[in-house]
């Protein structure tokens, strides 16, 4: 098993900035892909971003220049910076992460996926 514990979420105005932190235990051995996805209310979940064990990263076009996703492999942590911020960024934030394999990158194993933390832009 794999647990995955968010902290960062909060209250921001416009433009204002964020760091989430999600840090992995467990087998870690297990997963090699970790990421971050948002819900917004009536809204379908959706990928924010997502970075692999070999650092190559992948970020929805809403957020390219604005998100940055990172690791720290010695704390097992995936960071998201958000520079920004717009009101339509408000969502819950949950950290996922799984393992891939195959040219397809098809996912292998259980989805795991942190408790969520709210981020609310608004004025």
């Known amino acids: 098993q794999v647990q995955l514990v968010e902290s960062g979420g909060g209250l921001v105005q416009p433009g204002g900035s964020l760091r989430l932190s999600c840090a992995a235990s467990g087998n870690i051995f297990s997963i090699n892909v970790m990421g971050w996805y948002r819900q917004a209310p009536g809204k379908q979940r959706e990928l924010v971003a997502s970075i692999t064990n070999g650092g190559n990263t992948n970020y929805a076009d809403y957020v390219k220049g604005r998100f940055t996703i990172s690791r720290e492999n010695a704390k097992n942590t995936v960071y998201l910076q958000m520079n920004s911020l717009k009101p339509e960024d408000t969502a819950v934030y949950y950290c996922?992460?799984?393992?891939?394999?195959?040219?397809?990158?098809?996912?292998?194993?259980?989805?795991?996926w942190g408790q969520g933390t709210q981020v609310t832009v608004s004025s």
């Open positions: 996922n992460a799984h393992r891939v394999v195959g040219a397809t990158s098809f996912r292998a194993g259980p989805n795991y």
